[in-house]
């Protein structure tokens, strides 16, 4: 892989198509053009810059020579990470998953807690006929804010007559952060040790509930032979189906935040918006920048476990700000890193951010 991204880099042409479509590029020192054109000529390039990268992928959608200028950040940090030269709080993060499967260090025993405070019972995932495993990203079975998803999820699915299982403390982190963060050994590692569990159980479908891990097992686990689809999907086709009505108004003007992993990397922007126009009261709303154009919240390469040093106004403020302007009192979204990101600045301006399963349990 190193050597084949050491001979793409040579195809770069210096167009700055990267670059032009960067969140980061223009307000901070990040310039993915600068950097591919360094690595071109073996330059030196400080420490500091690749750090900046969100994965958000919008520089490898523009390129025209196919370069992907994302992959050339992880190679980047790669060679760092095995430096030891990287930020201490995503030096801790590393550390936290390869003891406990997932960035903070949560105890492993603790993963599944969320689905004991339900007032329906979720079987193993061995238990099932199905086989259709519903996986819980790290932040959502951790993070107080965000343990709602899981939860809201789950409802929705048995109401709509779906049967899905979980692995409990037997789920580990998907690796699609600590990949982006360069750490490849761990990344194999977290592969191959959920490959194995969901061979043990016969897993035949994958729901995620996060838009990483849905990319991490469509796009990084090679053939598994299972079907992997994000939520969304699967509730949207319930609804069109009738297995899953809306029963009430949420009448609220909504503006929609489409994820980078969900959206432009995944190309899933209709689920979503199919799910927010079935209910009724809802108006809903787009941001200027939607769809493949979506601006990054800035969550994602593993920035949501550090700060970078450059003072700016973040994404995550410009989105709300937009969003205020627009008029809208809710902004919905389909990630959790979207959900933690966009909500302080949310709150601030006195307005409300929720994930697409919060609009959804307060309808049905």
């Avoid at 360069?182 to 016969?202: D, P, R, S, V």
């Avoid at 689809?229 to 009738?242: K, L, N, S």
């Amino acid at each position: 892989m190193l050597e084949q991204m050491s001979t793409r880099v040579l195809a770069c042409m210096q167009c700055g198509k990267c670059t032009g479509s960067c969140p980061e590029s223009g307000k901070t020192p990040f310039n993915i053009r600068m950097l591919v054109r360094k690595k071109q000529f073996a330059a030196a390039i400080a420490e500091e810059l690749p750090w900046y990268c969100t994965s958000c992928g919008a520089c490898t959608l523009r390129c025209p020579r196919d370069v992907k200028p994302s992959e050339v950040i992880i190679e980047l940090r790669s060679a760092l990470v095995e430096d030891g030269l990287m930020p201490l709080a995503l030096q801790k993060a590393l550390e936290n998953t390869a003891v406990q499967k997932n960035p903070w260090g949560k105890s492993r025993g603790k993963r599944g807690v969320w689905a004991d405070k339900l007032d329906i019972e979720i079987p193993h995932v061995s238990d099932t006929e199905s086989k259709r495993l519903l996986f819980t990203c790290c932040i959502q079975a951790y993070d107080p804010r965000c343990m709602v998803i899981p939860s809201n999820v789950a409802r929705i699915l048995n109401k709509g007559g779906l049967e899905f299982g979980i692995l409990g403390e037997e789920e580990g982190c998907c690796g699609n952060e600590i990949r982006r963060i360069g750490e490849a050994g761990l990344n194999e590692e977290l592969q191959e040790e959920n490959k194995a569990i969901m061979e043990e159980y016969g897993v035949k479908e994958i729901i995620a509930l996060s838009p990483h891990c849905m990319n991490a097992f469509k796009k990084e686990y090679g053939d598994l032979g299972i079907k992997v689809t994000h939520y969304t999907e699967i509730v949207a086709d319930m609804i069109r189906e009738g297995t899953l009505t809306v029963q009430a108004p949420f009448e609220k003007k909504v503006i929609y935040h489409d994820p980078c992993f969900l959206g432009k990397q995944n190309g899933i922007f209709e689920a979503p918006r199919e799910i927010l126009r079935a209910i009724d009261g809802l108006t809903l709303m787009e941001f200027a920048r939607s769809r493949e154009t979506s601006l990054c919240c800035e969550g994602g390469g593993g920035r949501m476990f550090f700060e970078v040093e450059t003072t700016y106004e973040r994404n995550a403020e410009v989105r709300v700000n937009e969003a205020v302007e627009k008029g809208a009192e809710v902004i919905a979204t389909a990630c959790p890193f979207c959900v933690m990101t966009l909500e302080d600045p949310a709150t601030e301006k006195g307005i409300t951010v929720k994930e697409l399963s919060e609009i959804l349990v307060e309808v049905i």
